[in-house]
T-cell receptor, first 113, second 112 residues
């Protein structure tokens, strides 16, 4: 596609439910990053993939958060048993290589009620 | 600990003036990024700096990198209102599995 696509754009879920956030990177991009951004703050690193390999998941807050990229393209960030503190904008970025520009999608606004 | 610090965090300036935003980082890096974010929008890539002494310019914005000082600057020349936004620097850390860490951002408000 022309850019990084994230879906859904908005998600409202009840506390305790599981959610899956999808990222479709720019075609051919090998690097994929997930970030979380609170209002008025900078993006907070969550995890990073190189092709299908999850190279770094040190930013995932706890074991309720997981991510996968099984075929080296689309990635899914899953949050189990959501809590209100999980409410934030979740952003995905992709790049052609480690020294290339990283392009961001429009994000998924998650609200846990 | 991997740290990226920007200053100032808030900046209000008048049109026509020059100013510089600073980005310091804590350990060896081989790439530094500058992004712009408008309210309610995503992040727009401005510059990628890859080597010591690298300088890139686009319009009224110029970015530079000093890897020895672990410092990057974003210089604004003759500011115009359209440049009002939040500017982030982000650093890719070597030998840290390629994670890219962002600063807190500089919220720039340019008065017409």
């Amino acid at each position: 596609g022309a850019g990084v696509s994230q879906s859904p754009r908005y998600k409202v879920t009840k506390r305790g439910q599981d959610v899956a956030l999808r990222c479709d990177p720019i075609s051919g991009h090998v690097s994929l990053y997930w970030y979380r951004q609170a209002l008025g703050q900078g993006p907070e690193f969550l995890t990073y993939f190189n092709y299908e390999a999850q190279q770094d998941k040190s930013g995932l807050p706890n074991d309720r958060f997981s991510a996968e990229r099984p075929e080296g393209s689309i990635s899914t960030l899953t949050i189990q048993r959501t809590e209100q503190r999980d409410s934030a904008m979740y952003r995905c970025a992709s790049s052609g290589g480690r020294t290339d520009e990283a392009f961001f999608g429009q994000g998924t606004r998650l609200t846990v009620v | 600990e991997l740290k990226v610090e920007q200053n100032p965090l808030f900046l209000s300036m008048q049109e026509g003036k020059n100013y510089t935003i600073y980005c310091n980082y804590s350990t060896t890096s081989d790439r530094l990024y500058w992004y712009r974010q408008d309210p309610g929008k995503s992040l727009e890539s401005l510059f990628v700096l890859l080597s010591n002494g690298a300088v890139k310019q686009e319009g009224r914005l110029m970015a530079s990198l000093d890897t020895k000082a672990r410092l990057s600057t974003l210089h604004i020349t003759a500011a115009v209102h359209d440049l009002s936004a939040t500017y982030f620097c982000a650093v890719g850390f070597m030998n840290r599995d390629d994670k890219i860490i962002f600063g807190k951002g500089t919220r720039l408000h340019i008065l017409p």
